[in-house]
């Protein structure tokens, strides 16, 4: 079954900036997509969760949300099976829980087939 591994979150004063990785098991063809979710502190439950970034089966294509256009970025690494989310100029709305959800690029935000564990950023001055 497919595993998504985050790790990189942590604790950064506004303005500051992050990297989030994620390792994906196994590489895939066609359609499938892999995207960042955020899931803010007290949400509940897994609905709650919105999507950030995505990025089309570790090709060049990607979308994000408006509100992190201009400020974050999707690289990916295909030999290390890895994505990453480049987070800068960070600001306190910007913290919760990170995941990486394994998905469809026609349903990037909309439908999710697999979940990492998350990992927590905090901004905070």
């Known amino acids: 079954q497919l595993q998504l591994v985050e790790s990189g979150g942590g604790s950064v004063q506004p303005g500051g900036s992050l990297r989030l990785s994620c390792v994906v098991s196994?590489?895939?063809?066609?359609?499938?997509?892999i995207g960042w979710f955020r899931q803010a502190p007290g949400s509940e439950p897994e609905a709650a969760r919105k999507?950030?970034?995505?990025?089309?089966?570790?090709?060049?294509?990607?979308h994000y949300a408006n509100s992190v256009e201009g400020r974050f970025t999707i690289p990916r690494d295909v030999a290390k099976n890895t994505v990453y989310l480049q987070m800068n100029d960070l600001r306190p709305e910007d913290t919760g829980v990170y995941y990486c959800?394994?998905?469809?690029?026609?349903?990037?935000?909309?439908?999710?087939?697999?979940w990492g564990k998350g990992t927590l950023v905090t901004v905070s001055s």
């Open positions: 999507g950030v970034s995505c990025i089309k089966n570790f090709e060049t294509q990607t």
């Open positions: 196994e590489f895939t063809l066609g359609d499938h997509a």
């Open positions: 959800a394994a998905t469809r690029w026609a349903l990037c935000f909309i439908r999710v087939n697999h």
